[in-house]
């Protein structure tokens, strides 16, 4: 008498659900801005924020002001409504930042 045995291994194959931080960013929603810092006097610096992208943006943007790394400069940062893809010269807040505040750049971002 001949016995025969079959093992059958049964897998279940399980799709990992979307985490909210492997989804892809639709290139609509991407805001970027380009801001450079210009010193049109002694004392008097003024900042260019665009809008990259070719489109207008309405709202609120946070500006962040540096100087060069070691210098132990500190800037708050300031807050603007709206950029425009050709950008728009503002002068740089010395009464937030002190009077006799140079900063070398600065970085913007929504919000």
Known sequence: MVTRSRVVYRVRYRKPRPVASRQ??????????????????????EFNLRRTGGTTYGGPISVMFYDYAGSGDVFPPTSVQGATPTGSWQPVPAAGIGASAEPSGCIANAG
């Open 24 to 45: 892809p960013v639709s290139p609509g929603t991407t805001v970027a801005f380009g801001c450079k810092v210009l010193q049109t006097s002694p004392g008097q610096e």
